[in-house]
């Protein structure tokens, strides 16, 4: 196998006593969010086949942080450099996110192929049309994700979305 620059290091960190002491205490923080669910009976009226996802998996549930980069993120430009997918455009999860990184990277293609002498004219380019269109996807994430899980009636507002108007 290619070694590939950070993943070995990734594996060494994972070895060290305090990386193992902070995942052994998500497990536990995981414990007390599956009985804070089950006490707190947030799956009443939930089908049973889903809440067992929950409640009888092998394992306590991993809380993880949801991270974003803020919407209308941008940079300088920097000679030879450029960002793409996640890595320019962090945000919360609204089922775009895959896209977005598969369309950057063939609009980047397309302005590399348009100006195959002059690689800062295509970076440019690309960035030019990159930056709005990450700021739309970005704004359009945070409405999805305030239905989803952070707006004070959550999920009921994604269950509207879908729902055939009355
Ligand atoms: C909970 C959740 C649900 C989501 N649901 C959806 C969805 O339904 N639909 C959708 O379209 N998107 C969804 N997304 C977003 C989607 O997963 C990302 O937007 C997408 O994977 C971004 O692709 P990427 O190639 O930019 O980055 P990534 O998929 O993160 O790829 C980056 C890769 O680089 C590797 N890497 C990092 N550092 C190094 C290094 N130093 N050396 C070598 N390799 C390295 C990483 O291991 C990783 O494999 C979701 C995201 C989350 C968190």
Redesign the pocket.
């Known amino acids: 196998m290619v070694p590939?620059?950070?993943?070995e290091d990734a594996d060494r960190e994972l070895a060290q006593p305090r990386v193992r002491a902070v995942r052994a205490a998500h497990a536990v923080r995981g414990e007390r969010v599956a009985e804070h669910l089950i006490g707190a009976r947030e799956f009443d009226g939930w089908a049973p086949q889903l809440a067992a996802l929950i409640t009888e998996a092998d394992t306590a549930p991993v809380p993880?942080p949801?991270h974003s980069l803020p919407s209308g993120h941008r940079w300088d430009r920097v000679p030879g450099v450029t960002l793409?997918?996640?890595?320019?455009h962090?945000?919360a999860?609204?089922?775009?996110?895959?896209?977005?990184?598969m369309y950057d990277g063939a609009e980047l293609g397309k302005a590399i192929a348009a100006h195959p002498d002059d690689i800062e004219a295509a970076l440019a380019e690309y960035e030019q049309a990159l930056f709005p269109r990450s700021a739309e996807a970005a704004d359009d994430a945070a409405v999805i994700f305030g239905l989803c899980c952070r707006d004070e009636n959550a999920p009921q507002g994604m269950l509207d979305m879908f729902s055939p108007a009355a």
């Open positions: 590939v620059e950070g993943v993880r949801i793409l997918g996640d890595a320019a962090l945000m999860p609204s089922g775009e996110g895959a896209n977005l990184a």
